[in-house]
Structures are given as C-alpha cells and as structure tokens.
C-alpha cells in the first residue's frame, strides 16, 4: 500500500489488457491479477479496444493533444463517429468497473 500518515492505504490499479482473453477464462484471470497485483482488468474486447485506443485515442485525442487540430489540413479528417461511441462505450465500463470494485461491502 501507500503510507497516508500513520496508516496504509490499499491501491488497486484498474485497465484494460494488452492482450485478448477468452470469456470462459476471464473470472480466473481478474481473481489471479486481483489477488497477486492489486489489478482489476476490464474486458473491452477486440472491437471496441480497436475502437477505443486505436481509433479514437490514437488518431484523435493523441493529435489532438499534439497540436493537430481535427479541422485542420494536418489531420486527414480523423474523426470518427463510430470511434467515438466505441471510446464512450469503453469509458462506460471502465467507469462501471469502478462503481463495481468501489462498491463492495
């Protein structure tokens, strides 16, 4: 944990993975990272993880963020709007898996 004054706080680090992992297998997995590292994955899948990081965050917010303005000639028309609700779909579960480990009684 984190020393907060004379006590120790837990700190749990919530994400997505860097690599799919089967439905059947992703209850065994959580518990295992859960209980040997204080992660907590969150299971966006192919298509949105697509959508999210390699649509949305890479060819918007990282250009974005980078000084390319997205009506600008540099940015190639890089908005999506497909992108985008994927983005705001993986934040939905990022946010729900927040709620739902926060929530614990």
């Known amino acids: 944990g984190i020393l907060s004054g004379t006590s120790v706080e837990k700190v749990l680090f919530l994400g997505g993975l860097g690599s799919e992992v089967e439905l059947f297998e992703q209850d065994a997995v959580a518990a295992d990272l859960t209980a040997r ?8 899948g192919a298509e949105l993880k697509d959508k999210y990081y390699k649509g949305f965050c890479k060819q918007f917010l990282w250009p974005l963020m980078h000084y390319i303005l997205p009506m600008s000639p540099a940015s190639q028309g890089r908005y999506s709007k497909v992108n985008w609700q994927g983005y705001l779909a993986a934040n939905k ?4 898996k927040v709620v739902e480990v926060l929530n614990v009684d």
């Open 93 to 96: 579960r990022f946010a729900d």
């Open 37 to 44: 590292f204080n992660c907590v994955p969150v299971f966006l």
